[in-house]
């Protein structure tokens, strides 16, 4: 088992990745305080995990929040439903939740923790890839509003994130292409030598290889651990992780939610970003066909929606958070492996790429 942390002094916690670990239940259980559980999870993660993880929870008093599955479910309404959960059942600031599920699992059970009784312990059990390499680390939580993703939430640390590679096993291609987009992420805006393996390991990684699949989320993991220990509050380093986001966002909000996978819309993302950078000369063409051919190598979408243009992205793009003083704010590589944020793009350069 790999076990990285995440150093953010007094809410420091660790990241164990392993086959395997529904079922461990010493530990899990070391790392929740109290005797109360709260799990939440959805009606599709439910019947192939919940009580996998609850047998591993003998001894303690659990119940379950069931939400419907999808990205258009990370809402202020299915906010309330847990909360109301919380409250009837007289939870108290000794219950710990557990995520038990992908992103919009994660995002709400975080968001929830971050609120109730003016924050509980939560724990993430994320199941699928995007989930384990990206959301479930770091803190981010939040529900979506119709005007714009993930605009309401809080910066909340888990006491423990536990990454079971089987769970890979039941989740739809689809699913795993989605989470594909954020590893490329990582290569694209940190590590060339990473992005190089990701290369070399397309096949075994399409096969569900469990040696190199625990080796990516491990690198996954490290280098999003290094960056949020370094800038837990995106104040800047942390930015760079939005790689693709600011467009993938736009395609989200525009689309309605769920039509578009979060990674799908991250992969075009990540396309246009690359498309900005050789707009700016500051990265090779060649770099550009690099990233879309590794992207294109997992079915992933490289262009945007056909009834998406300049006007669509902006109107989404001008509410997007890492604006500053009225300012877009990008993330663009300069080579595979570096990335930096620009708030200098000009409208007239957005509209040659988009």
């Not at 989470?179 to 096949?203: M, R, S, T």
């Not at 700016?280 to 990233?291: A, F, K």
């Not at 992207?295 to 056909?306: E, K, N, S």
Request: with cysteine.
């Amino acid at each position: 088992m790999s076990i990285l942390n995440v150093e953010l002094d007094t809410r420091s916690y660790p990241i164990h990745i392993d086959q395997g670990l529904l079922t461990s239940s010493s530990l899990i259980s070391q790392h929740i305080r109290g005797k109360r559980v709260c799990i939440v999870s959805n009606t599709v993660v439910q019947p192939l995990y919940l009580e996998q993880l609850k047998a591993s929870l003998s001894d303690f008093d659990v119940d379950q929040v069931i939400l419907p599955d999808g990205e258009s479910e990370k809402s202020l309404s299915n906010f309330d439903t847990i909360m109301s959960h919380l409250l009837s059942g007289a939870h108290g600031r000794d219950t710990t939740l557990i995520a038990l599920g992908g992103g919009v699992i994660g995002d709400i059970t975080g968001f929830a923790a971050a609120c109730y009784q003016r924050g509980i312990d939560f724990v993430q059990v994320p199941t699928t890839l995007l989930s384990q390499v990206d959301s479930s680390v770091g803190g981010k939580t939040a529900v979506n509003h119709p005007l714009g993703k993930n605009m309401i939430g809080a910066f909340y640390q888990p006491t423990s994130v536990f990454i079971d590679i089987d769970t890979l096993k039941t989740l739809p291609i689809r699913e795993f292409n989605a989470g594909i987009a954020e590893v490329i992420k990582y290569g694209i805006l940190g590590d060339y030598d990473f992005f190089v393996w990701l290369e070399e390991n397309i096949d075994a990684i399409k096969a569900n290889d469990p040696q190199v699949l625990s080796r990516m989320i491990e690198r996954c993991c490290e280098l999003k651990a290094q960056i949020v220990s370094e800038d837990e509050k995106e104040g800047g380093v942390r930015a760079l992780l939005n790689l693709g986001h600011t467009f993938g966002h736009a395609i989200e909000a525009e689309q309605g939610y769920g039509k578009w996978l979060h990674g799908e819309a991250v992969a075009t993302g990540m396309v246009l970003a690359a498309k900005l950078a050789v707009e700016l000369n500051i990265i090779q063409t060649s770099d550009l066909r690099r990233i879309e051919a590794l992207i294109g190598a997992f079915d992933l979408p490289l262009v945007a929606p056909a009834d998406m243009g300049f006007e669509e992205f902006m109107r989404h793009m001008k509410r997007d958070k890492k604006n500053l003083a009225g300012k877009l704010r990008f993330i663009v590589p300069t080579k595979i492996g570096h990335s930096e944020i620009r708030d200098d793009i000009t409208e007239e350069q957005l509209k040659n790429i988009l």
